[in-house]
């Protein structure tokens, strides 16, 4: 490290301005974490959401119990499917009278008005296997009407793919912006040395003798950086954690990322290694820039 | 070891500082390059520092040409010169001790061995006691003796002073060049761009002498 003494000078001279850099690369670190939870979570809400589709093939009245049996085997037998169950009439109107308004309706129906049926679950979602499972129900004999929530599915994956995208969009801004500012105040400490480094090129310092301590700056306003948007992360998370508990009772915080072998592990690293990244890419900005 | 050969230099606006320039510096040898001001002595001195071209001609050291060579390769050529600015150019953001020191710093020397010999350095400036002093606080004379150590800590084959005797009385003076010429005793080749007449006719070596960038005279002193 015989340049260590010409990055103290430098972090000397920046000052404030290390502390800008820093807080840049602090707040993009935080911007990324705080995205990559909430798209982890909206993933894994989707994929809650995909394994949990269900067809549901509603059977005409007094299908004989055979053809049903037929019907469900076969079905059990299709690609892609992961749960096969016969639910009648009694089981359905039971499910249905919990709900007070749904009960309201049913009184106003003497007797049952539901038919028996058989509920699909899919292993996981795709619309092709959505159409291909309905339209074996569809075409066999006994079966009325089959119904799937695909719509709704779709609805809100193209939602959460919007969300994903717009995210990601400002997360790239994100990223460019801070490599910006760190790189321009890298620049104005190159400036402010312009005298040093030409005193250096004369009595004969390598290039990389001189521009080592630049990268160096970028790097540890990375380290810095990211280590403080990290902790602002957990800051917030954890506020918002206990706000959520104490309100919905919902404890969040055995999901996996918020767990501290994660979080304080592997997150932190994440965002460490995120913070110098910016740094070390900025500073590298600022060498194609002065150093012709 | 040093040859001019035809060098015109020529800068923007049609200032014409350097025109058929040509001579030779042996292995050695203790020269002044003298002359009125602006008479193209820093345009030399620069120019063999390859911190400028010359427009025209070739300069050739250890029968290198120093024209050609790479960037990549700059930094090992000047570590053969030391070089005595005008205006000392020492880095005010650290003592006088690691000023000096910085020429071996920068090569990646030994500490223990870059301290030892700074040391030396600097007791033979006679600015012990002085180490840890901003440059700022130092005076004139005491900032040209710190930037002729640090020229010569490397014990470098050339050594170029600009106006090394500039702004100094006498005694300074005389000292700046007891301690240049006991480096030319050493071995090492000095070309000095001097004014001080008193100090050439003393000395009685070799003067080139410039005039509108063009040499007038070459003779011994
Ligand atoms: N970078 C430059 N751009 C334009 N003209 C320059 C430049 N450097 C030097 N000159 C001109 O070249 C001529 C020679 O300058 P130089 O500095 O070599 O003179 P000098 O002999 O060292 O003078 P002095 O004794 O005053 O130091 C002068 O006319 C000067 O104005
Ligand atoms: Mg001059």
């Known amino acids: ?42 993933t894994f809400l989707a994929r809650h959401i995909e394994s949990n589709v269900e067809v549901t093939a509603f059977l005409k009245n007094n299908t004989p119990q055979d053809k049903t049996d037929n019907i469900i085997m076969e079905t059990k037998a299709l690609a892609g499917v992961a749960e096969v169950r016969f639910v009648t009439k009694w089981d359905a109107f039971q499910e249905f009278i919990q709900d007070p308004e749904m009960k309201a309706v049913m009184d106003t129906f003497e007797g049952n008005p539901l038919p028996d049926s058989i509920v699909v679950r899919l292993d996981t979602y795709t619309r092709e296997k959505i159409e291909r499972i309905s339209s074996f129900l569809r075409e066999k004999d006994g079966v009325e009407e089959v119904q799937y929530g695909a719509g709704e599915i779709e609805n809100l994956i193209n939602i959460v793919n919007a969300v994903r995208f717009i995210a990601a969009a400002a997360g790239i801004i994100f990223i460019i912006a801070s490599m910006l500012v760190v790189s321009n105040i890298i620049n104005l400490t190159i400036y402010a040395r312009k005298q040093d480094i030409y005193i250096f090129r004369m009595i004969g310092a390598d290039e990389s003798y001189i521009r080592m301590p630049f990268v160096a700056e970028g790097v540890i306003h990375g380290l810095f950086g990211g280590a403080a948007g990290w902790a602002a992360l957990y800051g917030v998370v954890t506020v918002l954690i206990a706000q959520i508990r104490q309100e919905t009772g919902l404890d969040l915080s055995v999901y996996h990322i918020f767990r501290p072998e994660y979080f304080s592990v592997r997150l932190l690293l994440y965002s460490v290694g995120a913070g110098i990244g910016l740094g070390f890419t900025g500073s590298l900005l600022s060498q194609l820039r002065m150093f012709k | 070891m040093i040859k001019f050969n035809r060098v015109y230099k020529v800068f923007e606006r049609d200032i014409q500082a350097l025109s058929d320039i040509s001579f030779e510096v042996k292995r050695g040898e203790f020269v002044f390059i003298t002359g009125p001001s602006g008479a193209g002595k820093t345009t030399i001195l620069n120019l063999l520092y390859r911190e400028d071209l010359p427009t025209m001609g070739a300069i050739f050291v250890d029968s290198l040409d120093i024209t050609h060579i790479g960037t990549g390769r700059l930094p090992a050529y000047r570590r053969g010169i030391g070089f005595v ?97 006991e480096a030319n005793r050493a071995g090492t080749t000095v070309i000095i761009a001097s004014h001080n007449k008193e100090i050439m006719s003393k000395l009685g070596h070799r003067i080139i002498r410039l005039d509108k960038g063009k040499v007038v005279s070459d003779a011994m002193g």
Not at chain 1, 19 to 41: E, N, P
């Open chain 1, 1 to 42: 490290m015989r340049w260590a003494k010409e990055i103290g000078t430098n972090l000397k001279r920046s000052g404030f301005m290390s502390l800008i850099s820093a807080g840049t690369i602090a707040i993009t670190v935080f911007m990324l974490g705080a995205y990559y939870i909430v798209q982890s979570g909206v």
């Open chain 2, 85 to 181: 600015f005008q205006d000392f150019k020492l880095l005010f953001d650290r003592p006088l001790f690691e000023n000096i020191a910085l020429p071996l710093v920068v090569r990646g020397e030994n500490m223990e061995y870059v301290k030892k010999l700074a040391q030396t350095m600097i007791d033979r400036i006679g600015l012990t006691g002085k180490e840890s002093l901003n440059p700022w606080h130092l005076s004139g004379g005491e900032k040209q003796k710190a930037a002729i150590a640090r020229a010569l800590i490397t014990s470098p084959p050339i050594l170029l002073a600009d106006e090394p005797t500039g702004n100094l009385d006498d005694y300074s003076s005389w000292e700046i060049m007891e301690m240049l010429t």
